[in-house]
């Protein structure tokens, strides 16, 4: 069975600081893996995914996230955050070989202070 | 597109009584997941349908819950009777295919059973 660990339940950072949220995912097969975002009062939107190719996936927001199969990562990162990244972040992973449904990480709360 | 409609967006109710969530899915979009999202526990998922036909409803906390899918248009999450316990933001999500291919979430629904 595959698992999602986000360790980090806050991270707390001031405008244009960089930021990094940290995934870690277990599994015996590959997987593709998901970072989505969700706003206040909203539903879930998803941000990038990395589904194979290149390591490193970015979205039209700036983020980036790379995978990294030896530490069984795939860490969110923006070199300069915006008042409007507050949001909760999910991490999430499926096995390739049967890709019915997500399993989510317990999200990161990110909140940006001016 | 108007994406994933759900209703209503909040819900009261008192312990013991039934309560019904609404789904209606994006057009052309033919897997269909309930999910759950918690303090606690964070974001589960109950059930997922596909071509309107349950496939895994292993995440549905009991016999008090149970879900349809009538058309390819709508989807009922009901619990019967609702406890206290129950109190959460339900969450519908569809997509085109299963897994691999984005989930679109609606707002939610807030319920709080008093």
């Known amino acids: 069975a595959q698992s999602v660990t986000q360790l980090d339940s806050q991270v707390p950072v001031f405008e244009e600081a960089p930021v990094e949220l940290r995934c870690n995912y277990s599994?015996?097969?590959?997987?593709?893996l998901f970072w989505y975002v969700q706003y206040p009062n909203q539903g879930l939107q998803l941000l990038l995914k990395?589904?194979?190719?290149?390591?490193l996936v970015e979205s039209i927001n700036g983020f980036e996230a790379e995978f990294n199969k030896s530490q069984t990562s795939f860490h969110l990162r923006k070199p300069s955050v915006h008042i409007s990244d507050t949001a909760e972040y999910f991490c999430?992973?499926?096995?390739?070989?049967?890709?019915?449904?997500?399993?989510f990480g317990t999200g990161t709360r990110l909140q940006v202070f001016p | 597109d108007a994406g994933v409609i759900q209703s209503p967006r909040h819900e009261v109710t008192e312990m013991g009584q039934e309560v019904t969530l609404r789904c209606k899915p994006i057009?052309?979009?033919?897997?269909l997941f309930w999910y759950r999202q918690t303090m606690m526990r964070g974001l589960e998922l109950l059930i997922y349908?596909?071509?309107?036909?349950?496939?895994?409803d292993s995440g549905m906390p009991e016999d008090r819950f149970s879900a349809k899918m009538p058309n390819a248009s709508f989807s009922t999450l009901k619990i019967q009777p609702s406890e206290p316990r129950d109190s959460a933001v339900y969450f519908c999500?569809?997509?085109?295919?299963?897994?691999?291919?984005?989930?679109?979430f609606g707002a939610g629904t807030r319920l709080s059973v008093l």
């Open positions: 599994s015996s097969v590959s997987v593709y």
């Open positions: 999430a992973v499926t096995p390739s070989y049967n890709t019915d449904k997500l399993i």
């Open positions: 349908f596909n071509n309107n036909v349950p496939i895994d």
């Open positions: 990395y589904l194979s190719g290149s390591t």
């Open positions: 999500a569809s997509s085109q295919s299963t897994g691999i291919d984005i989930q679109y």
């Open positions: 057009s052309g979009h033919n897997s």
